[in-house]
Antibody, heavy 117, light 107 residues
Framework: EVQLVESGGGLVQPGGSLKLSCVAS????????VHWVRQASGKGLEWVGR??????????TYAASVKGRFTISRDDSKNTAYLQMNSLKTEDTALYYC????????WGQGTLVTVSS | DIQMTQSPSSLSASVGDRVTITCRAS??????LAWFQQKPGKAPKSLIY???SLQSGVPSKFSGSGSGTDFTLTISSLQPEDFATYYC?????????FGPGTKVDIK
């Protein structure tokens, strides 16, 4: 069974940083691209970014709204992907999901990030 | 960026009804289109990918069609567990974008 488990969310002040983790199991993690998608309370889904596999040079792509502030990385030896979030803004407040594949086949349960003073 | 629109934004239907949701892309996305179901307090669940391919374990009452810019999701006979919000998403290019969602509730 495919499982994705996010963690690391919490309350952070504007301008602060937070690092989210996504631990995967049930599939060959090193062969899968990993995406991050977020959802503000009561709102729709927003793609944040993705990291490709080693075979694709761990290429990353980001949404314009987070480019330059967020960084996605992965450690295939730990079956884990990360989302480093810097210079956080109040509008980054959301539930953050990790998913796999461009068509977002599998989702974690999400981890809540609240940016507030 | 490719913009995704959905219609209607919400609909009320009865158990047993046939329901169709439309998704439109602002430019040709071939068949790079996925559909998701989201229930309150839960993560989205993948239903369909490549416009018409059913994800493993998804009941056959769900079906998808379309290519290019116009797509549909059909639920053949609505059941109580199908009341939810449905989203489309393209993956033709980056950034990936989602439609605004269609909320299906009980009539």
């Amino acid at each position: 069974e495919v499982q994705l488990v996010e963690s690391g969310g919490g309350l952070v002040q504007p301008g602060g940083s937070l690092k989210l983790s996504c631990v995967a199991s049930g599939f060959t993690f090193s062969d899968s691209a990993v995406h991050w998608v977020r959802q503000a309370s009561g709102k729709g889904l927003e793609w944040v970014g993705r990291i490709r596999t080693k075979a694709n040079s761990y290429g990353t792509t980001y949404a314009a709204s987070v480019k330059g502030r967020f960084t996605i990385s992965r450690d295939d030896s730990k079956n884990t992907a990360y989302l480093q979030m810097n210079s956080l803004k109040t509008e980054d407040t959301a539930l953050y999901y990790c998913t796999r594949h461009d068509w977002n086949e599998d989702w974690g349960q999400g981890t809540l990030v609240t940016v507030s003073s | 960026d490719i913009q995704m629109t959905q219609s209607p934004s919400s609909l009320s239907a009865s158990v047993g009804d046939r329901v169709t949701i439309t998704c439109r892309a602002s430019q040709d996305i071939s068949k790079y289109l996925a559909w998701f179901q989201q229930k309150p307090g839960k993560a989205p669940k993948s239903l369909i990918y490549a416009a018409s391919s059913l994800q493993s374990g998804v009941p056959s009452k769900f079906s998808g069609s379309g290519s290019g810019t116009d797509f549909t999701l059909t639920i053949s006979s609505l059941q109580p567990e199908d009341f939810a919000t449905y989203y489309c998403q393209h993956y033709n290019s980056y950034p990936l974008t989602f439609g605004p969602g269609t909320k299906v509730d009980i009539k």
